[in-house]
């Protein structure tokens, strides 16, 4: 799954650390989501929609790494 | 990839430390080789062997309770590496035990260490047992971390 969370995140001017606590979760996932290494959970992927103001399918695709 | 700045890696480890999972660990470490320095006195007074022996099942369920208390902090990405490591790990506890088994039948347990140049020899025992399996899944833990967080 390829994903454009970085590209978002950089978009507003956002570091690692503070897109982890929007979402609750460790900078390490969101180095992990940005580089494709680790596909988040259903729930995570609708919170970080939300926290940028898109749909899932906007930001997650299916296929790639 | 860029560069994670200090202050991030100092964040993320704030964001898991819990002083009192620290301290539990201390604790039980401490209530285990004072236990088991009374129970291995040749004079052990037989009544006393009970007391000594229930001495560190309050740290035991202390530490206990934070473990599950620090799995329930950590988000799904760590539960992920968590169960990635513990695929490697097991399996490696499990031949290590087998391994024990085999050395204790040949050898008897706890196992002496013959000590080269002239050092003092020593005895492989319960503490060396039981720590090689704890850094086996830390070791283990590590790889995976770091194969999923390492730059590319």
């Known amino acids: 799954m390829t994903n454009r969370v970085q590209e978002l995140r950089l978009a507003r001017g956002w570091t690692q650390a503070r897109l982890a606590e929007e979402l609750d979760v460790s900078r390490q996932t969101i180095y992990a989501i ?3 290494r680790f596909d988040p959970s259903l729930p995570l992927a609708f919170l ?15 296929g790639g790494s | 990839m860029t560069k994670i700045p200090n202050a991030d890696a100092w964040a993320d480890a704030r964001r898991m430390f819990r002083w ?16 088991m320095r009374q129970l291995g006195q040749a ?7 009970l007391p000594w022996l229930l001495l560190p099942i309050p740290g035991l369920a202390w530490a206990a309770r934070e473990q599950v208390v620090h799995w329930r ?12 490591a513990a695929e490697i790990a097991w399996p490696l506890t499990l031949a290590w035990i087998g391994v024990v088994a085999l050395l204790a039948t040949a050898y ?22 039981i720590l090689v399996p704890i850094f086996m899944h830390m070791a283990a833990f590590l790889v995976v971390s770091k194969r999923y967080t390492g730059r590319r």
């Open chain 2, 43 to 49: 004079d052990l007074d037989p009544s006393m062997r």
């Open chain 2, 73 to 84: 902090r950590q988000d799904e990405f760590y539960r992920m590496v968590n169960a990635r």
């Open chain 2, 20 to 35: 009192q999972s620290s301290l539990s660990g201390f604790v039980v470490v401490a209530l285990f080789a004072i236990a």
């Open chain 2, 108 to 129: 008897g347990f706890p196992m002496p260490i013959p000590a080269p140049f002239g050092l003092p020899s020593d005895t492989f025992g319960w503490m060396e047992v």
């Open chain 1, 34 to 36: 940005e580089s494709g």
């Open chain 1, 48 to 62: 970080i929609a939300r926290c940028f103001g898109l749909t899932i399918e906007e930001i997650f695709t299916p």
